[in-house]
């Protein structure tokens, strides 16, 4: 797409469906601009990776300014950086746990959401999506400091969603089922199991079926669709 | 070093974007008592969290370091004052540039 290419944001590409979704969109020729933790796992030369944990509030002020620095604008945010650590019941979870889900799931989608609308502001112009989980709709037991983070993520992208829609951006959340990831082994087998036989199509999602939701709230056509969230897999 | 007269430039540099941006219906003319938040402010929320990002990228460039402005430090120039002012904004960006 040459100097034109459209800039997408994507938080947690080290692996699962971060990676996934940035080896999409770079096959897209969109640019992408990941980070993670850890060190870069995409070798691509549309690809730009910056160690960043999205719950320390400075560390992502500071990566969004540079990234502002570098591509001029952001055209799409996609924040799917998460914890989805195994918990038990409510009763047996203890602070530290729900601290650190909330932490990265909550707090890291806040940062990061405030620091790249401001950035859309400017443009007027701009798709955020978060992503939020089949927990949300599953009540399952077993996950409520997760569920709790996730069903925070789809209440704070609805009041987004108000307070920037008369600037021209979007926000929306893509609710995935179960894809074959780390955070989702991390869930155990029991909750695995449980989870799919309450879903409405009982198998995995691809991320080429995740990519296509994405795909959708980004598209110049989907400057309607805001405070949306797509299930995917499950009748909520 | 970042004079106060500096000061007052990049906040009226900040606002000529923010009416690039179409943020702001008419360009303001930047002196020491124009309010940039409460009472009389030209500024709606939007223009004004703009405005504060764009004064972070100056001074930011301005200085080599980041800086990010903190809206609670700004009662400390001025607690007198029911609206943020040019008045009170200023001196605490040169103090901002003054102290990294």
């Given at each position: 797409m040459g100097p034109q290419a459209p800039v997408m944001v994507i938080t947690g590409t080290s692996r699962g469906i971060g990676r996934g979704l940035a080896e999409q969109f770079l096959a897209r020729g969109y640019l992408v601009a990941g980070c993670a933790?850890?060190?870069?796992?995409i070798d691509d030369p549309l690809y730009h990776h910056t160690q960043v944990n999205v719950s320390d509030e400075s560390a992502v002020r500071r990566w969004v300014r540079a990234l502002r620095t570098k591509?001029?604008?952001?055209d799409v945010l996609v924040c799917n950086a998460g914890t989805a650590k195994a918990s038990s019941l409510v009763t047996m979870t203890d602070g530290a746990l729900l601290e650190d889900i909330v932490r990265s799931n909550v707090f890291g989608t806040f940062f990061v959401c405030r620091e790249v609308a401001r950035a859309m502001m400017v443009a007027r112009s701009g798709r955020i999506i978060n992503v939020s989980s089949m927990a949300v709709g599953l009540?399952?037991?077993?996950?409520a400091a997760y569920s709790a983070s996730k069903s925070a993520i789809v209440e704070l992208t609805k009041i987004l969603a108000k307070e920037i829609a008369p600037l021209g951006i979007t926000a929306n959340v893509v609710a995935p089922s179960m894809f074959a990831s780390d955070a989702f082994a991390a869930l155990g087998e029991g909750v695995q199991a449980r989870a799919r036989m309450k879903l409405t199509i009982p198998r995995t999602v691809t991320i080429e079926e995740i990519a296509n939701v994405v795909a959708f709230f980004a598209?110049?056509?989907?400057?309607?669709?805001?405070g949306q969230v797509i299930h995917m897999g499950l009748v909520v | 070093m970042i004079t106060h007269e500096r000061a007052i430039a990049m906040i009226q540099e900040s606002t000529h974007g923010l009416r690039k941006a179409g943020l702001l219906a008419h360009d303001l003319v930047i002196h020491?008592?124009?309010?940039?938040?409460?009472?009389?402010?030209?500024?709606?929320s939007v223009a004004f969290v703009t405005l504060i990002s764009d004064l972070e990228d100056r001074l930011s460039r301005e200085t080599g370091h980041d800086q990010f402005l903190v809206l609670d430090d700004l009662h400390d120039f001025?607690?007198?004052?029911?609206s943020l002012t040019v008045r009170t904004l200023a001196p605490y960006l040169v103090e901002m540039a003054r102290s990294s």
């Open positions: 933790r850890g060190q870069s796992t591509y001029g604008r952001i009540h399952e037991e077993g996950t598209a110049p056509d989907s400057s309607v669709i805001t | 020491e008592s124009t309010v940039l938040l409460g009472m009389g402010s030209e500024l709606d001025n607690g007198e004052e029911p």
